[in-house]
């Protein structure tokens, strides 16, 4: 057990020394003239509540409408989406696949047609069906890839944090995630990771690599194949997307569940893989990368070494070096500074400050990831896509109100 817990120790410290570098902002470039071309892609299955005002939201971007054109791909869909779709303006192309079922597959078809028109997008933007989209997305994506960059993953709020104790408890995470986890890599200079929308890709990387992210993480597949070939993934902490969070502990179990079986899926694959080239490379975007892959991994390895923790005093050999190498007042201040993150968080990124009561609360939301963690080892085999209803069709004005 001395090593699992030396193991423990690290990550630890690890994430604890990463979220620092979320605490300030690094002087970003003025905003570059709008010179890049972009394809504004929506996978769609079933949204005809959402689709509507997500399109309207679109068209009416601070940026030259020349220079960007919108596209749903209404993925197997048996309602009105792309009727909808398409009486608000978008180009809607409708894909009927049975057999390769899920948001991945949509969008490999949806970017072979884009490839074969003649108009050629400098990039490609991807969003979900049930977002909105800050006026400023696509000014910030352009002079990020007239930095140089060619993959960019945007910060995704909240479409509707106040709805339930599970939409805000899931907020808080996301939250967290962007201040102290993705702003962080940037400031370091690290590979930041994809969220599955709000993204921001060179097409002709995608050209060259092609997607070919069709697991039941696509947004966590790419981000790895894109770093094991040394391109990293950069950051747009101005660029925000509203994301519609699940209203119930069913929807957001069920949400998890798949992203742990895809996480898990993604960590079998390339963790090994991943670490070995980051240790040898002594590229350290690898081994954060790596150490990402792990997180499922490390979540069951910790509830075990609790479970044993629990027969110490039956067990005379059984060391524990968490009090017995340090001391034991070092644990309590850091489980304190675990539980208080959040907060800094929100406040940090100046969040509606309804929002803090609910940081409460927040660590029930945590511990429900161990359960889904090892469900995600025990089903990582299964890819069976099951999709999120959405049903908060907020306009972009509701929800900045």
């Excluded at 992203?259 to 898990?264: F, P």
């Excluded at 609360?361 to 429900?368: A, E, H, L, Q, T």
Aim: proline share 3%; with cysteine.
């Amino acid at each position: 057990m001395i090593p699992v817990q030396f193991m423990i120790i690290f990550c630890t410290f690890y994430y604890l020394f990463l979220a620092v570098f979320g605490f300030y902002r690094k002087k970003e470039s003025p905003p570059a003239a709008p010179q890049k071309t972009f394809a504004l892609v929506v996978a769609a299955h079933n949204e005809e509540f959402v689709i509507g005002p997500l399109v309207e939201n679109l068209k009416k971007l601070d940026y030259p409408k020349e220079l960007y054109e919108i596209f749903v791909v209404a993925d197997n869909c048996t309602d009105k989406t792309a009727h909808i779709a398409r009486e608000a303006g978008a180009q809607v192309y409708e894909r009927f696949n049975r057999k390769e079922r899920g948001k991945g597959y949509a969008l490999e078809w949806m970017f072979e047609k884009i490839f074969r028109m003649e108009r050629h997008f400098d990039g490609i933007c991807i969003f979900d069906a049930d977002n909105l989209v800050k006026a400023n997305f696509l000014t910030e994506m352009n002079t990020k890839m007239v930095e140089g960059h060619q993959i960019i993953q945007c910060y995704i709020d909240s479409k509707n944090p106040f709805d339930t104790w599970v939409t805000a408890t899931f907020s808080i995470a996301f939250w967290y995630t962007n201040r102290l986890l993705q702003l962080a890599r940037y400031n370091l200079g690290l590979s930041n990771l994809l969220g599955g929308t709000g993204m921001c890709i060179a097409t002709n990387l995608l050209k060259e690599y092609g997607w070919g992210a069709t697991s039941l993480t696509e947004d966590l597949e790419f981000s790895m194949k894109a770093l094991m070939n040394g391109i990293k993934t950069s950051w747009a902490h101005d660029a925000i997307i509203y994301d519609e969070k699940p209203l119930t502990f069913k929807q957001s179990w069920n949400q998890r569940k798949r992203w742990a079986q895809g996480h898990v899926d993604m960590f079998m694959r390339y963790f090994l893989k991943m670490a070995w080239k980051g240790f040898t490379t002594g590229n350290f975007s690898m081994i954060d990368g790596a150490m990402h892959l792990f997180q499922p991994l490390l979540v069951i390895i910790v509830t075990i070494f609790l479970v044993i923790s629990s027969i110490e005093p039956f067990v005379s050999s059984y060391t524990q070096v968490f009090s017995t190498v340090y001391d034991q007042r070092l644990w309590m201040i850091l489980s304190y500074i675990q539980l208080l993150l959040p907060l800094v968080a929100l406040m940090l990124d100046k969040v509606d400050r309804r929002s803090y009561k609910w940081v409460v609360i927040y660590p029930v939301f945590i511990y429900s990831w161990i359960p889904i963690c090892f469900f995600g080892f025990w089903n990582r085999n299964k890819r069976e896509w099951s999709h999120t209803v959405h049903t908060r069709g907020l306009s972009y004005n509701e929800v900045i109100k």
